[in-house]
């Protein structure tokens, strides 16, 4: 079982920016496929940005443009850099991480972070 942390939520106004930071324990991060996912008042956590072991990335078309996900294999950490933020992105953020190898259903999940776009 992969430990993920996640750090750098709070309130932000409208078309501001904000950094999420995920910290992994583990000891071998290289074999990760990373993801943020979020969850909106009442509503069903959905993806929002995936970067594979060996750097591809993909977005959510909701995000896409806007957020830019990134990982340091060395120091064990993915980001998500969010700009011109809306409040739909009001949100609890969760960090996922998935072995290679392994099936879906058996990947990790931070406890979340929560992120308020509000004016």
């Known amino acids: 079982q992969v430990q993920l942390v996640e750090s750098g939520g709070g309130l932000v106004q409208p078309g501001g920016s904000l950094r999420l930071s995920c910290a992994a324990s583990?000891?071998?991060?290289?074999?990760?496929?990373m993801a943020w996912y979020r969850q909106g008042p009442g509503q069903e956590r959905e993806f929002v940005a995936r970067?594979?072991?060996?750097?591809?990335?993909n977005y959510a078309d909701s995000v896409r443009g806007r957020f830019t996900i990134s990982r340091d294999d060395r120091k064990k950490m993915m980001y998500l850099q969010m700009n011109n933020l809306k409040p739909e992105d009001t949100a609890v953020y969760y960090c996922?991480?998935?072995?290679?190898?392994?099936?879906?259903?058996?990947?990790?999940w931070g406890q979340g972070i929560q992120v308020t776009v509000s004016s």
């Open positions: 996922n991480a998935k072995p290679i190898y392994a099936d879906a259903k058996d990947s990790s």
């Open positions: 583990v000891r071998v991060f290289g074999i990760l496929i």
């Open positions: 970067i594979t072991h060996g750097g591809t990335t």
